[in-house]
Nanobody, 124 residues
């Protein structure tokens, strides 16, 4: 069992930056692929980014590529999402998730554990 707790969300002006953190419980964090998703009320959960177990491979949604960066620190059981050049359309609840396998990491159904989410609001 893995418990995930996100932090770092908040209100920021367009063009600003935020760094989200997701702290995981347990001693098996390094065995999980990690991902970030976001969701706006009334819409499906949307893939943002994912990272491999050792952090050597990352993927991004086209909408955030070049602006967001995912990273992880396995010694601290934490995954991060650095968000730069934020836009109002980035406003959403952001969730981190853990997957046992690296298959179809762009799909929410591939993940086994989810955090409670953190709100990110970008004002214009």
């Amino acid at each position: 069992q893995v418990q995930l707790v996100e932090s770092g969300g908040g209100l920021v002006q367009a063009g600003g930056s935020l760094r989200l953190s997701c702290a995981a419980s347990g001693r098996t964090f390094s065995t999980y692929y990690m991902g970030w998703f976001r969701q706006v009320p009334g819409k499906e959960r949307e893939f943002v980014s994912a990272i491999s177990r050792a952090g050597g491979s990352t993927t991004y949604a086209d909408s955030v590529k070049g602006r967001f960066a995912i990273s992880r620190d396995n010694a601290k059981n934490t995954v991060y999402l650095q968000m730069n050049s934020l836009k109002p359309e980035d406003t959403a609840i952001y969730y981190c998730a853990a997957a046992r396998t690296g298959y179809e990491l762009g799909s929410a159904g591939s993940y086994d554990y989810w955090g409670q989410g953190t709100q990110v609001t970008v004002s214009s």
